[in-house]
C-alpha cells in the first residue's frame, strides 16, 4: 500500500512563484515584488541547489513531480521530495511567508 504525503499550506504558492522566475525573464499579471525576490533567491542558492531548481520547475514539466522524476540523480525519489520540501521552506522563511520557528 502506498503512502499519502501531504503538502504544506504554503507549497502551491512558494513552487508557483519559483516555477514564474525559472521559466519567466519578466511578468506582468502578478507582483513584482515577489517575482524579483523569487528570482534574487534562486541566484543566491548553492550552485546545486539553483540547477536543481531550475530544472524541476523548467518549462519540460508540466507538474512539479515529474521535474522530480525526470532529475538525473543517484537519489530515491523520497530524498529528491525532501530537498525540494527544505527549498521550499527556506523560501517560505526568507519570504516572510512563515515564521522560522513554525513546526511541520
Known amino acids: 500500500m502506498g503512502r499519502i ?14 516555477r514564474m522566475a525559472v521559466r519567466y525573464d519578466r511578468v506582468s499579471n502578478a507582483p513584482q ?7 534574487y533567491w534562486i541566484d543566491t542558492q ?14 519540460k514539466f508540466f507538474e512539479t513531480i515529474e521535474g ?15 530537498r525540494l520540501a527544505a527549498l521550499e521552506k527556506q523560501f517560505a522563511i526568507d519570504g516572510g511567508l512563515i515564521d522560522e520557528n513554525e513546526n511541520n
Do not use: G
Open 5 to 18: 504525503r501531504l503538502f504544506m499550506y504554503y507549497t502551491p504558492v512558494v513552487e508557483h512563484f519559483l
Open 33 to 39: 515584488d515577489w517575482f524579483r525576490f523569487a528570482k
Open 46 to 59: 548553492s550552485e546545486s541547489d539553483r540547477e536543481f531548481i531550475k530544472f524541476v520547475f523548467s518549462y
Open 68 to 82: 522530480l522524476n525526470c532529475y538525473e540523480s543517484n537519489t530515491p525519489l523520497f530524498f529528491k521530495r525532501q
